[in-house]
């Protein structure tokens, strides 16, 4: 069984001068008329009154964040205070002024026990006793830091050890004095 396909014959196409003939299912042409051009926006939004939705949208949690900051500060300067009270210092709004800055001088200090002195690095904190034989000892220098330890002296013998110390200018005048009159010991702090 052989198929054979039968198709209609082919229509002729009108010529155009000739007008559209009735048995014609095709409109007759028209000319387009002029329209605005087409604002497209990028993809994902939906016309304008979503990007006005937004922008509000944006606008207020904008003035959220700036509100719990601002809530954030006063609740953080409201503790302060309160914990500064409660400490017995002054609140915030009477502060006294800082001290003025107590300028530091390198003292030579003479320890009498210079294997004390073996133990000391620099930037640590020391006390300062002079012993005396007369009196009890009694502390010269608190909380002194120490600035250089210089290498032993090879012929001192029993003379103590050098330590380098930075402290304000009037306890480097009370070292001086009590290392000439007593004997000098350090604590570490």
Known sequence: MSRTASFPPPVPPASP????SPASTCPPARP?????????GRVGRVGRGGDR???ALRR???????GLAVAAAAALAAGGARAQASRGAEPPGGKPPPPAAVRLVSAPVRIADGATVRLLRPGDRVDVVAAERAGPPRVVAVAARVAEVPA???DMGDGGALVVLSVPRET???LVGAGAAARLAVTLC
């Open 17 to 20: 001068a000739s007008p559209a």
């Open 32 to 40: 387009v008329p002029l329209f605005p051009p087409l604002r497209v």
């Open 53 to 55: 939705l937004r922008r």
């Open 60 to 66: 207020r949690r904008r003035v959220v964040s700036a």
């Open 152 to 154: 032993p002296e090879r």
């Open 172 to 174: 480097a005048r009370t």
